[in-house]
């Protein structure tokens, strides 16, 4: 069965904390992405990457950064976390194509 | 600026009757449109696609319909099943570019 794997269904920061978000897709997918999920706002794009070592930012990327070392993994890191993102992340893979996404389960995030 | 619209945050249908699940665009260029299915504490799912050559795609109850004119796409599900209580977020891209999602329609089928 392929998958997405967050690394984490819940977690607690506390402000200013540096997060690190994990995900990794046994696809072989190019494309990987990090949404956010808020209630009235939809699925947004934070950043997506087309290959290792690229990326790209998407609609909402301030604050976070990404990294993107192997095929495999990218992960969603927030430099200073904040209240205001307190969120649902979602991972998402892709082959290229965009023929659709495959996402994995999410991570609830809250910073307190 | 919201390129993909769903304006019902919520919609609660019987079970057994028709659920009908709307969406509009305003990127004349998107060509390719999906349905995902989300339910509490898990990543949405994929469930139908369509691309800018037809006007309708069936899969078993779920159909998606789209007419280019109006920018418009709209997702049935006949008959209604309480399993199909999830939220439902429609998605558009243009030649093979990113994905925009809409804000999603919260689905509530009563038994």
């Known amino acids: 069965d392929v998958k997405v794997t967050q690394s984490s269904r819940y977690l607690v920061k506390r402000t200013g904390e540096k997060v690190f978000l994990e995900c990794v897709q046994d696809m072989d997918h190019e494309n990987m992405f990090w949404y956010r999920q808020d209630p009235g706002l939809g699925l947004r794009l934070i950043y997506f990457s087309y290959d290792v070592k690229m990326k790209e930012k998407g609609d909402i990327p301030e604050g976070y950064s990404v990294s993107r070392e192997k095929k495999e993994r990218f992960s969603l890191i927030l430099e200073s976390a904040s209240t205001n993102q307190t969120s649902m992340y979602l991972c998402?893979?892709?082959?290229?194509?965009?023929?659709?996404?495959?996402f994995g389960s999410g991570t609830r995030l809250t910073v307190v | 600026d919201q390129q993909v619209k769903q304006n019902s945050p919520s919609l609660s249908v019987q079970e057994g009757r028709i659920s009908i699940l709307n969406c509009d665009y305003t990127?004349?260029?998107?060509?390719?449109f999906l349905w995902y299915k989300k339910y509490p504490a898990e990543g949405p799912t994929f469930l139908i696609s369509i691309s800018s050559i037809k006007d309708k795609n069936e899969d078993g109850r779920f159909t998606v319909f789209l007419n280019k004119s109006a920018k418009h796409l709209s997702l049935h599900i006949v008959p209604s099943q309480p399993g199909d209580s999830a939220v439902y977020f429609c998605a558009a891209s243009a030649a093979g570019n990113q994905f925009y999602f809409g804000t999603g329609t919260s689905l509530t089928v009563i038994p």
């Open positions: 990127n004349s260029m998107f060509d390719y």
């Open positions: 998402a893979s892709s082959r290229q194509g965009f023929y659709g996404y495959t």
